[in-house]
């Protein structure tokens, strides 16, 4: 299954402008190497902007710092608390992420990004059932989030609500067209039911976004050789296989393709 976790941290959460701090500012050797501001607003806007670039350059553990600086000199910042949430599940202390997303919504309970950003988290933690009271809040709160009716999609899949994940995923889907990774959990979904045509369809649309997503390929491959199509099926395991040369589903259809050619070209050679 695939997973989509997008947290949406701190440029977002803080306002900074990412591009515009992508040429003013790095991220420090260290959290006290900052120089000192003027005031504590520019102090913590510098100390946000530094947390960005330490996650832009794959840094999150001096992200994580940077911003309990700002939570010690503001300990209601809920921006910092969601930001330094996003940060722990980077570097995989999900129990931290979680009480930091909790700690952002109690100071700020509108705060749509700490409820989704909770939410992929309890997701990964296969804690389906409050995930879904999160995306469903972040929603409440955004109705046309279209990120979070993937996620909820996603969960409701877990849960073996197909309906209700088929209806989020086309929600998403029309809100943000452009959302690859929703066209690849449908079709993913679809596949499952039985539905290989609309699988073979979605899979396609992802594949516009991402060419080299070898299990796209395996997956549409499988459809397509479900559909009676073992010449576009074995053109997509092979695919995926130049991708991704250790894919099972893509070896195991390759094999069975193959062998079935065969043995097909056999029996014609002893009919001739």
């Given at each position: 299954?695939?997973?989509?976790?997008?947290?949406?941290m701190l440029a977002l959460a803080v306002g900074v402008d990412a591009a515009k701090a992508e040429t003013e500012v790095i991220c420090p050797s260290s959290p006290l190497s900052s120089e000192a501001a003027s005031t504590d607003k520019e102090q913590a806007d510098l100390l946000s902007k530094q947390a960005t670039a330490c996650v832009r350059?794959?840094?999150?553990?001096?992200?994580i710092a940077l911003l309990s600086e700002i939570i010690r000199r503001a300990p209601t910042d809920a921006a910092a608390y969601l930001n330094r949430g996003s940060a722990q599940a980077t570097v995989g202390e999900v129990a931290?992420?979680?009480?930091?997303?909790?700690?952002?919504?109690?100071?700020?309970?509108?705060?749509?990004?700490?409820?989704?950003?909770?939410?992929?988290?309890?997701?990964?933690l296969r804690r389906y059932e409050r995930a879904i009271a999160d995306f469903s809040e972040a929603i409440r709160l955004k109705p046309d989030f279209a990120l979070a009716y993937c996620n909820r999609g996603l969960a409701n899949v877990q849960l073996g609500r197909y309906d209700d994940a088929l209806a989020d995923y086309s929600v998403a889907i029309e809100d943000d067209a452009a959302l690859s990774y929703c066209?690849?959990?449908?079709?993913?979904?679809y596949l499952t039911l039985g539905e290989f045509r609309m699988a073979v369809d979605d899979l396609t649309r992802a594949l516009a976004a991402r060419p080299k997503d070898a299990t796209a390929l395996s997956r549409r491959g499988q459809a397509n050789e479900a559909l009676g199509q073992p010449g576009q099926a074995l053109d997509d395991f092979r695919a995926a296989l130049e991708i991704n040369p250790g894919l099972e589903s893509a070896k195991e259809g390759f094999a069975r393709i193959t062998e079935q050619q065969q043995h097909s070209d056999r029996g014609t050679s002893v009919a001739h």
């Open positions: 299954m695939r997973w989509v976790y997008l947290p949406l350059e794959g840094k999150p553990a001096l992200a931290l992420a979680l009480s930091d997303y909790t700690t952002a919504i109690t100071l700020k309970p509108d705060m749509i990004e700490a409820w989704y950003d909770r939410g992929t988290t309890l997701t990964h066209y690849f959990n449908r079709g993913n979904l």
